[in-house]
DNA sequence: AATATCAATCGTAATATTGCGATACAATTT
DNA sequence: AAATTGTATCGCAATATTACGATTGATATT
């Protein structure tokens, strides 16, 4: 147990569970909003804007990564950090397509 | 730890994070699509529906609930849960901004 | 009143997450 | 070559999540 029955359940929905997963977390939700604005883009930047230590930074960057939100580019010593635009627009259509599967409750239910 | 050190991240980040965290099993997203698509509403209906079990599927609607997505009522024996409206739409909009913030990298990082 | 039905909760086991310090590693700088 | 800098990774501790069977509790049905 502790593991989730994921073969149980369609792709799509483990897909778009998997990127809510990656914004499941203040601390990744403020990343995403700080490469977004661009003041940071390298990762002692994100780190410096954080309260949190660099271990720890790196992890959820780690973690937003293998979601595929965003992307790291190597650069000497540094990385840059920033939001990986194709898969962005595929989260971005996920989410959409079910907040607005959603068309209000017509009186019908409860 | 195991903690998240929530007070260290804005009111919106965390509410987001919330409502990110409910959609993190696709579990729950299956249960809100069920809801929505109105086959189930009945919480026997979402059991039989899915491939877990009974207390498993409920736990599942408990957080949900916890997150405000949804909400039951109860109807003699049974207990019929359905979208909650207000917050659906909170977190639709919670979503939709974060997403709509990025606007395209323009050439400008990594 | 006894029984059946539906759903929540309890208890437990397995695994995952969050967070940090310490360490490792790789690329610059001196 | 040695020291410095920026990140990733390891190891650990605390807590959370996922899943299930068993039990409980509350309403219907007989």
Chains 1, 2 share one sequence.
């Not at 909003?33 to 271990?55: E, F, H, T, W």
């Not at 990385?79 to 259509?93: D, G, L, Q, R, S």
Request: overall charge positive; charged content about 25%.
């Amino acid at each position: 147990m502790g593991t989730t029955k994921a073969e149980a359940f369609s792709v799509k929905d483990n897909k778009l569970a998997k990127y809510a997963k990656a914004l499941a977390h203040p601390a990744r939700v403020a990343i995403l909003k700080l490469l977004i604005n661009k003041q940071a883009c390298i990762c002692g930047d994100i780190v410096d804007g954080l309260p949190l230590s660099q271990s720890t930074v790196s992890q959820h960057l780690k973690e937003l990564k293998a979601a595929g939100l965003i992307k790291g580019d190597i650069e000497g010593v540094k990385v840059c950090y920033c939001i990986n635009e194709t898969e962005w627009n595929i989260a971005k259509n996920y989410m959409s397509d079910l907040f607005s599967l959603y068309k209000g409750l017509a009186g019908k239910c409860c």
